[in-house]
């Protein structure tokens, strides 16, 4: 009877997930055209090109905060994992100018993949509420960033130029970021929808208890969403340091933020069990292109946080509204 209610909610939030994954397209499309009417510019080939290219790390960022949020959690350290590991792996090719480049995402992963299972650890282990959890170490990772470069600097002339190829090369035409991007975007619309594992984390969204009758360990499962969440934040320290050829103490904060923010208005539901990878590649692409519109239009930067929070709040009260017209439906049923 639970994997009956079970398999039935997630049919439910597939079909909200779903137009609101839809319902993204417009908002991309309306504020393009407002955006295009007042400059031009905005959609020329370079500037379509800088919002993909900014659009490709919060997308690498908000894929892993997707993960987190499916199971009902929240990871508020990812900006702080992607300074951290910038730093450490910048400051270790400013020593080691000739260490391998092909190792420096790797090295990224396997840092990120650290504070990733801290973070599993203090949720799944200790049952330390995620956002108490993720708080702390929000604070303990940017902590160290601090600690470690002694608030220092390293600036692009330190950096071997096969550092800061890593994410200028391209492949047949296509920036190599926005290739990254692309593979990760693959790699986890696999896995959420062909393998067990991912049929798995939307069932601990959903039911957790009813996830648990039904054979499914939800200790690994939210350890594994936290440890991917830490993984993908820091390969994307690694990109983030190559793309602006710099790292610094101060970097990414407020990442998390428009991380989750792109994650919610991607239509991922903020309780868990609900959401479609397609639709968070669209939030991170709707808020990237906002910012370079603003930009664009000579606006404060400052009315960005103000537009992104009236989004956030939008995404969640559609959720809100969309999830119980689809309950009220089924009930009649």
């Known amino acids: 009877m639970a994997k009956l209610d079970t398999i039935s909610e997630i049919k439910k939030n597939s079909d909200v997930s779903r137009l609101r994954e839809i319902g993204i397209i417009f908002p991309l499309f309306f504020f393009g055209l407002i955006i295009a009417i007042r400059n031009p510019y905005f959609v020329s080939w370079e500037n379509i090109r800088y919002i993909l290219l900014d659009a490709?790390?919060?997308?690498?960022?908000?894929?892993?905060?997707?993960?987190v949020i499916l199971t009902g959690g929240i990871d508020l350290s990812v900006g702080s994992t992607l300074a951290l590991t910038g730093m450490i792996v910048s400051m270790l090719y400013k020593d080691m100018p000739n260490f391998p480049v092909i190792l420096a995402p790797i090295?990224?992963?396997?840092?990120?993949?650290?504070c990733g299972a801290i973070n599993g650890l203090f949720v799944a282990k200790g049952k330390v509420i995620p956002i108490i959890a993720t708080l702390s170490t929000m604070y303990i990772f940017r902590g160290l960033v601090y600690i470690i470069s002694q608030g220092k600097w390293v600036n692009a002339h330190e950096m071997p130029e096969g550092y800061k190829l890593l994410t200028r090369a391209e492949i047949l035409g296509i920036p190599i970021l926005i290739v990254y991007a692309f593979i990760t975007f693959l790699l986890f619309y696999y896995i959420l929808n062909y393998k067990l594992i991912g049929r798995s984390i939307y069932a601990v969204g959903n039911n957790p208890q009813s996830a648990v009758y039904i054979g499914i360990d939800k200790t690994k499962v939210l350890f594994l969403v936290y440890l991917i969440s830490g993984i993908l934040a820091g390969l994307s320290g690694?990109?983030?340091?190559?793309?602006?050829a710099s790292a610094e103490s101060s970097a990414a904060i407020?990442?998390?933020?428009?991380?989750?923010?792109?994650?919610?208005?991607?239509?991922?539901?903020?309780?868990?069990?609900?959401g479609k990878?397609?639709?968070?590649?669209?939030?991170?692409?709707?808020?990237t292109m906002i910012v370079n519109g603003l930009n664009i239009m000579r606006i404060s930067p400052?009315?960005?946080l103000a537009l992104q929070?009236?989004?956030?709040?939008?995404?969640?009260?559609?959720?809100?509204?969309?999830?119980?017209?689809?309950?009220?439906?089924y009930r009649r049923r």
């Open 302 to 304: 400052f009315y960005k």
């Open 277 to 287: 990878i397609g639709g968070v590649v669209l939030g991170a692409l709707l808020l």
């Open 254 to 274: 407020g990442f998390e933020l428009s991380a989750i923010s792109a994650v919610v208005i991607g239509g991922v539901k903020t309780t868990g069990g609900s």
């Open 56 to 67: 490709s790390i919060l997308t690498i960022v908000a894929i892993g905060e997707m993960m």
């Open 107 to 114: 090295l990224g992963i396997i840092i990120g993949g650290i």
């Open 238 to 244: 690694v990109l983030y340091t190559s793309r602006f």
């Open 309 to 329: 929070g009236l989004m956030f709040l939008i995404a969640v009260i559609i959720d809100s509204l969309m999830a119980e017209r689809t309950q009220r439906r």
